[in-house]
C-alpha cells in the first residue's frame, strides 16, 4: 500500500514538475499573410505587430509567420500546420482567410484564433479590425482640398463593406469641402498586384484624376502618382520612400498594441472571444504627419477633423445622407449605427458606377 | 574538345534511376544553397522531405496535394507520349471546377447520393469541353495547341472570377466573391477520419491503374506512343493522326476537370477566384519527372506535393523564404532534363587530329 502511495506521489511529483516546465515554455504566437512581409503596406504592418509583440515579450513568446498564404485551398493547410505545431494563438490577415480559419478552429477547440477583417466568429475565434474610414474621412476632406480636375481617382480591390465604406467616408468628405468633386473608382480584384495597382493608378490618371486613393496593399499607385506629378495617399504604412513628393498623408494600420494585449489575455488565461473595432482614437488607426505641400489652411482643417474624430465629437457618416438610389439613409444629425456600417454593401449618393457583382 | 555522341542503345535501368539521381543532386545543390543563405543545411533538408513522411498528418496532407497532381498528369501523359501538347491543364481544371461546382450551387440543399457523382460528371465535361477548343483547332486549321490551350487557361480564370464576383456569389457573404460553401451531399467524402485526405485519392488511384492498363493492353497505348515516337510510321500504320489528337485532348481535358471539381468540392468547398495555384502547370513536371510511366507519375506526384508540404513547414519552423518551394521544384526540373542529356548522349573527349593542328 505505502508502495502504491509512493508511486502516486511520484507521479504527482512528475506531472507537477512537467507543468511547471510546461509554464516556462514560450507561448507561440503564429501570424499567416496574405503578402510578402516587404510589401510595404497591409502585410508589412502586420509584420510590425509581429515584432512589437516579440519586443513585449522578448523570450516569453516564440511567433512565427507564413507569408504570401494564398486565399484557396492552401489557406487551410496552413493555419492547421500552425496549430499542430503548438501555436497557442494565430492571427490570420486577410478576409478570404475566414473559412479556413473556422474550420481549423473547430478541429482545435484550445487554440485561440484571430481573424482580421471577418465576420464569422467562434468560441475560439475573434475578429478584428480598424475603423479605417475615420481615416478616410480625414483623406477625403484633403482631397477634396486638393483636387484641381475635381477628379479623385480610387483603386479598390473587393467590394465587401470594409472597401465600400471606405470609398463612401472619403467620399462624403470630400464632397463636404468641395460640391463639385467627383470618385473615379476602378476594381482590380485583388489586395496585392503591382501591376495590375499601377496599370489602374494610369487609367485614373488619364481619366482626369490628380489624386489618388487606393484599398490594395502595394506603393505601386504612389509611385505612378510620383512619376507623374500628382498626389496621392500612402496605404496602411508610410509609402514615403516610394513618392517623396507625392505622398500627402498616409493611413496607418498599427495593430502592435492590440496584439500585445492579446498574447497578454492568453498568457493570463483570459482570453475569450470577442469582435474589436477600433479607430484613431486608442490608436490602431493613425494619421501620418501631413506633407508641406498640403496648404496650411488644409491641415488645420484636417487636423481638427482628426482631433474631433478622437474627441468623440465627429462622426464620419452622420446625417443627411442619402443612398446612391436617392433613398434616405440618415435623417439630418443621425449616426451610421455600427451594425449597418459592417455590412455597408451600398454607395452613398453622389459615388458613380455601381458596385461590381 | 568534347562533343555529345548519340549512344546507340540507351539503357533502360539509367532512364528510370534518372529522376532518382535528379532527386539526389536536387537535395545536395539544395545543401550548398541553405549553406550559402546560412540557414542548417541538413536539418532544412530533412524537413522539407523527410519530416512530412513522420506522421498521418502530413502523410495526408500529401496525399490532399498529390491528388490534383497525380489526375492531371495521368491525363497528360498520353499527350506527351503522342506529342500533342496540352499546356493547358490549369484551365481546364478551371473549367471542370466551374462546371461541377455551378451543379453543386444549383442542387444547393438537395440531397441524394448521386449529386456528387453528377457533379464529377460535369467537372468532366466542363475539362473536355474546355480542351475541345484547341482540339479542334488544332485538327481542323492546325493552330498550334500549345498557345491556344495556354492562352485559354487565362480565359478560364477570368471566367471563375466573373461568375464569383456575379450569378454565383454568396447571398450571404458581405459581397466577398465566392460562392457558397457546398452542402455535405456536394462536400467529397472524407478518407481517412480527422483528417482532409479524401475519396479523391481513390480517384486518382484507379487512374494511375487504368493508364498502365491503357498503355500496356490498349490499342490506344500503342497509337500514341508510335505517333510520338514516329509520326510518319504511325500515318503508314493507318491510324489517324487527328483522331489520336482528339483522344489525347479529351483525356486529358476530362482528367484536368475532374481534378477541379475534386479539389473544388473536396479541401476547398466552395468556388473561390483563387482556386487555380498552378497544379495545371506543375503537373507537367509530374509527367516528366515520372518519365511518362502512370506508377512514376504516382510516385512523381509525392514527392512534388511534398516539396509544397515541406516548404512550408521550412518557413515555418526555419524562416525560410517561401520561394524555396519553387526553387526546388525548378531545380528537379532542371537536373532531370540535364541528365535525360546523358542517358541517350554519351560525352566524348575527342584529341584534335594533328593534321588540323599543323595546318
Known sequence: MTKLLKLFTGCLAVLVLMAGVAKAEPTKVGFVYVGPTGDHGWTYEHDQGRLAVEKAFGDKVKTTYVENVSEGPDAERVIQQLARSGHDIIFTTSFGYMNPTLKVAKRFPKVKFEHATGFKRADNVSTYSARFYEGRHVIGLIAGKMTKSNVVGYIASFPIPEVVRGINAAYLAAKNVNPAVKFKVIWVSTWLDPGKEADAAKALIDQGADVLMQHTDSPAAIKIAEEKGIVAFGQASNMKSFGPTAQLTSIIDNWGPYYIDRVQAVMDGTWESKDTWDGIAPGMVGILEFSDRIPADVRKMAGDARDAIVAGTLHPFTGPINKQDGSLWLAAGETADDGTLAGMNFYVEGVEGSLPN | ?359
Open chain 2, 1 to 359: 574538345m568534347y562533343r555529345l555522341e548519340p549512344r546507340k542503345e540507351i539503357s533502360y535501368l539509367l532512364l528510370y534511376l534518372t529522376p532518382v539521381f535528379a532527386i539526389v543532386l536536387t537535395i545536395l545543390a539544395g545543401l550548398v544553397l541553405f549553406t550559402l543563405i546560412g540557414k542548417p543545411p541538413l536539418q532544412a533538408i530533412s524537413i522539407i522531405f523527410f519530416e512530412p513522411l513522420g506522421d498521418l498528418y502530413a502523410v495526408s496532407e500529401m496525399l490532399v496535394k498529390a491528388t490534383p497532381l497525380i489526375l492531371i498528369a495521368i491525363g497528360l501523359s498520353f499527350g506527351f507520349r503522342a506529342g500533342v501538347w496540352n499546356i493547358g491543364a490549369e484551365g481546364q481544371f478551371v473549367a471542370g471546377a466551374i462546371a461541377g461546382g455551378s451543379v453543386a450551387l444549383g442542387l444547393y440543399e438537395v440531397e441524394g447520393f448521386w449529386v456528387l457523382p453528377l457533379m464529377c460528371l460535369a467537372g468532366i465535361l466542363g475539362g473536355m469541353a474546355w480542351a475541345a477548343i484547341p482540339a479542334f483547332l488544332r485538327t481542323r486549321f492546325n493552330a498550334n495547341e500549345i498557345l491556344v490551350s495556354l492562352m485559354l487557361t487565362y480565359v478560364a480564370i477570368l471566367i471563375l472570377s466573373l461568375l464569383v464576383h456575379g450569378p454565383l456569389m454568396d447571398p450571404d457573404g458581405m459581397n466577398f466573391p465566392e460562392s457558397r460553401i457546398f452542402h455535405d451531399a456536394a462536400v467529397v467524402p472524407i478518407l481517412i477520419e480527422g483528417t482532409r485526405a479524401h475519396v479523391g485519392f481513390l480517384a486518382a488511384l484507379v487512374a494511375v491503374a487504368a493508364a498502365w492498363f491503357v498503355l500496356s493492353r490498349h490499342i490506344f497505348g500503342f497509337q500514341t506512343k508510335v505517333m510520338g515516337s514516329s509520326p510518319r510510321a504511325a500515318r503508314f500504320g493507318g491510324f489517324i493522326e487527328n483522331k489520336i489528337i482528339w483522344k489525347c485532348l479529351m483525356l486529358s481535358g476530362g482528367l484536368a476537370g475532374l481534378a477541379g471539381l475534386i479539389e473544388t468540392a473536396g479541401p476547398v468547398g466552395q468556388l473561390v477566384p483563387s482556386l487555380p495555384v498552378g497544379y495545371g502547370f506543375t503537373a507537367i513536371i509530374v509527367v516528366f519527372l515520372g518519365r511518362l510511366n502512370p506508377v512514376g507519375i504516382l510516385l512523381a506526384g509525392f514527392v512534388m506535393a511534398l516539396t509544397y508540404i515541406g516548404g512550408e513547414t521550412a518557413q515555418i519552423e526555419l524562416n525560410l523564404p517561401k520561394a524555396v518551394t519553387g526553387v526546388f521544384q525548378g531545380m528537379f526540373l532542371f537536373f532531370l532534363l540535364g541528365i535525360d542529356v546523358f542517358t541517350k548522349y554519351r560525352l566524348r573527349h575527342i584529341k584534335p587530329s594533328k593534321t588540323v593542328a599543323g595546318e
